[in-house]
């Protein structure tokens, strides 16, 4: 649910999913480890130690992440994750493509410099299930391009992967199927070639970081509560050296009253 400040009326939404043990893991990861380091009945005091691919749950890939010399977490600019967008809902079933056409379609309208959240309604579906992440919905390359000719400055969606599943490792691509029973499947269900309908690895996601776009998956958390609306996103990831990723706190701010203002910094 969201949350309202009191003192200045701003509404904050929770885009988030909850991380930490039984975070569901993208197959072929190894299973997120956290461990009391020291803990209250023997030392009086908790410290945990975590190892984990930072993979998971709601998180910000940085253009290292899939462009060799790219931009790591630490190096991007810090107001590419706070400031207007939009959150868009392109509902979208089994296997199904998010395309130019969805988007130029989708209200509000895009634009220039715009965080863009994509819910496709699979953010309800979030579970250690095979649907979640081999069924899913995913970018088209023409969605991809079109989100980059806009100029917007970070792209977000409500499922496990920016592209189709099957056009990840979890299909025939880069050593893959992860998910081995997924390429079958999917020819059995549609009686199309997998190989044929996704001859590229990753293109979407791979179009969005070469152009210097970070992108968010797994949104979730209250995101039902801002669809089809404008409204101020945050979505700062760790000042993480050579990091490619990691998990976020995603939220959304509103302003109903319109009357908030950010305070100068002035000596009292």
Not at 194 to 204: I, L
Request: charged share 20%.
């Amino acid at each position: 649910m969201s949350v309202t400040e009191p003192g200045t009326g701003l509404v904050f939404v929770e885009l988030s999913h909850p991380w930490g043990h039984g975070t569901p893991i993208n197959p072929g990861d190894p299973d997120i480890r956290i461990e009391r380091a020291v803990y209250h009945a023997a030392h009086g005091v908790l410290s945990q130690r975590i190892t984990a691919v930072m993979h998971n749950s709601t998180h910000l890939n940085a253009p290292l992440h899939m462009v060799q010399g790219g931009a790591d977490l630490a190096s991007l600019p810090i107001d590419l994750f706070f400031g207007n967008g939009v959150v868009l809902s392109i509902p979208k079933g089994r296997w199904e493509y998010v395309t130019a056409a969805d988007l130029a379609a989708a209200t509000p309208e895009v634009e220039a410099g715009d965080i863009v959240v994509i819910v496709t309604g699979w953010h309800e579906k979030y579970s250690d299930s095979q649907e979640y992440f081999g069924q899913g919905p995913g970018l088209a390359k023409d969605a991809a391009q079109w989100l980059i000719d806009r100029g917007v400055r970070l792209v977000g969606i409500d499922t496990a992967y920016v592209d189709h599943p099957l056009a990840t490792s979890l299909g025939l691509h880069r050593g893959g199927p992860l998910m081995k029973r997924l390429p079958k499947l999917y020819e059995t269900e549609t009686g199309r070639d997998p190989k044929v309908d996704f001859p590229e690895w990753t293109p979407a996601h791979r179009m969005l970081l070469k152009a210097g776009i970070p992108t968010i998956e797994n949104v979730g958390g209250d995101v039902a509560e801002v669809l089809g609306k404008r409204c101020t996103l945050q979505a700062y990831p760790w000042r993480f050296a050579a990091g490619d990723a990691c998990v976020i706190r995603l939220m959304a701010l509103l302003d109903p009253g319109g009357a908030y203002r950010i305070e100068p910094g002035r000596a009292a």
